[in-house]
């Protein structure tokens, strides 16, 4: 069974410092894994995704990923935090070795404050 | 890509009634997911649909609750029925498609707001 863990509930940083929301996940064969942003009363954003290829992804707004298959982790990260980055940010995997269209398996969430 | 809508984007409903939610999705799609976001959690599948077939339940859901219709490759509808106050969730369509990647990726639409008081 695929799984994701977010270990904190909520991550607090000062603007224009780094800042890192952690992931982990566990899926059978290899894994395709996503970030997603939600900001209040706000969609689903997709934010960045590893498929294939570099460890090192880059997305949206700044954010990067790394993919670690040792450590089974896919942490996103940004040089520097903006207050506009204040969202509620949701790690996803699925099972490539999975045939067809299998759902996403989210995360429970992270809350990630900036403060000016 | 795919570029989904959902109607209602948000409704206030009334215990014991029942509000269908409309997913329509610019381009053909084999399957379709609907996730259900409540308050301050994350998201969790509710049910796949295929077309032309059932849809399959997730473990805790059940379909004289929540029933689906896929009539076509482009729409699916979910209903929530009998509401109660616990019903009150953000409600998402999701679709899987082939993207710029050139593998399935995952598409969502805008959510439904339900609130029920």
């Known amino acids: 069974a695929q799984s994701v863990a977010q270990p904190e509930d909520q991550v607090n940083v000062a603007e224009g410092n780094p800042l890192t929301v952690k992931c982990t996940y566990s899926v059978s064969g290899n894994p395709y894994l996503f970030w997603y942003v939600q900001y209040p009363n706000r969609g689903l954003q997709f934010l960045l995704k590893y498929i294939t290829g570099d460890n090192l992804v880059k997305g949206s707004y700044g954010f990067e990923a790394e993919f670690n298959k040792s450590q089974t982790s896919f942490h996103l990260k940004k040089p520097s935090a903006l207050v506009s980055d204040s969202a509620l940010y949701f790690c996803?995997?699925?099972?490539?070795?999975?045939?067809?269209?299998?759902?996403?398996?989210f995360g429970k969430g992270t809350r990630l404050s900036v403060i000016a | 890509s795919a570029v989904i809508s959902q109607k209602p984007s948000r409704d206030i409903c009334q215990r014991g009634t029942s509000l269908t939610i409309q997913c329509q999705v610019d381009s053909q799609v084999t399957m379709m997911f609907w996730y259900r976001q409540q308050p301050g959690q994350s998201l969790t599948l509710i049910a796949t649909a295929n077309q032309g077939s059932e849809a399959t339940y997730e473990s805790g859901f059940v379909i004289d609750k929540f029933p689906i219709s896929r009539p076509n490759l482009t729409f699916s509808t979910l209903t929530v029925s009998n509401m109660s106050p616990e019903d009150s969730s953000i409600y998402l369509c999701s679709v899987a498609k082939t993207g710029t990647s050139g593998y399935n990726e995952q598409f969502f639409g805008p959510g439904t707001r339900l609130t029920v008081l």
């Open positions: 996803a995997v699925r099972d490539s070795g999975h045939a067809g269209n299998t759902p996403l398996v």
